[in-house]
T-cell receptor, first 113, second 112 residues
Framework: NAGVTQTPKFQVLKTGQSMTLQCAQDMNHNSMYWYRQDPGMGLRLIYYSASEGTTDKGEVPNGYNVSRLNKREFSLRLESAAPSQTSVYFC????????????FGPGTRLTVT | DAKTTQPPSMDCAEGRAANLPCNHSTISGNEYVYWYRQIHSQGPQYIIHGLKNNETNEMASLIITEDRKSSTLILPHATLRDTAVYYCIVRVRNNAGNMLTFGGGTRLMVKP
């Protein structure tokens, strides 16, 4: 099992550009999450998908959209990047029903200039 | 989910036990205590969780007070590789959102 994978690992964008961060898990987990972590801070939830076909806003959803493409994949889109979105983005997944531990991907480091 | 309070930083000598405290005085009866750690900007790693009984696994032990208002994560023999930020989180285990709310955590520095 590869666990939770994220692409790309690094990205530099100019203000106003768009991009999609990809996340995939091969553990057959129902729930998937996107977090951001700013320097020296804890993680903050952007969006989550409790199950395939559903998505919900987290603590800081503004400026982002998500797509739960299938059970394996959950993508995060920045339509018009802003310098305030410079951060490390982590994807995570958890088995259905809230049981078990949450597995995190290695992160995507995004810089918006 | 209940709020947690952790010291911002702690030091521990290599080979000694590291005891990381967490206060969660507003914890509800159906909320679990979870511990994760994050090593140098990697993705957070699950350590252990519990409801009211003490728990132990290959990584650590979790001691929860009888009133459940605080807990302690114990790394019995800390190594340099245990240097990380440790997060204490309380949440309902089976809530629909399954969200984890991360606070500032405790930065543990294991020194030779």
């Amino acid at each position: 099992n590869a666990g939770v994978t994220q692409t790309p690992k690094f990205q530099v964008l100019k203000t106003g550009q768009s991009m999609t961060l990809q996340c995939a898990q091969d553990m057959n987990h129902n729930s998937m999450y996107w977090y951001r972590q700013d320097p020296g801070m804890g993680l903050r939830l952007i969006y989550y998908s409790a199950s395939e076909g559903t998505t919900d806003k987290g603590e800081v959803p503004n400026g982002y959209n998500v797509s739960r493409l299938n059970k394996r994949e959950f993508s995060l889109r920045l339509e018009s990047a802003a310098p305030s979105q410079t951060s490390v983005y982590f994807c995570a997944s958890i088995p259905g029903g809230g049981r078990g531990k949450q597995y995190f991907g290695p992160g995507t480091r995004l810089t918006v200039t | 989910d209940a709020k947690t309070t952790q010291p911002p930083s702690m030091d521990c000598a290599e080979g000694r036990a590291a005891n990381l405290p967490c206060n969660h005085s507003t914890i509800s009866g159906n909320e679990y205590v979870y511990w994760y750690r994050q090593i140098h900007s990697q993705g957070p790693q699950y350590i252990i969780h519990g409801l009211k009984n003490n728990e132990t696994n290959e990584m650590a032990s979790l001691i929860i007070t009888e009133d459940r208002k605080s807990s302690t994560l114990i790394l019995p023999h800390a190594t340099l590789r245990d240097t990380a930020v440790y997060y204490c989180i309380v949440r309902v285990r089976n809530n629909a959102g399954n969200m984890l709310t991360f606070g500032g955590g405790t930065r543990l520095m294991v020194k030779p």
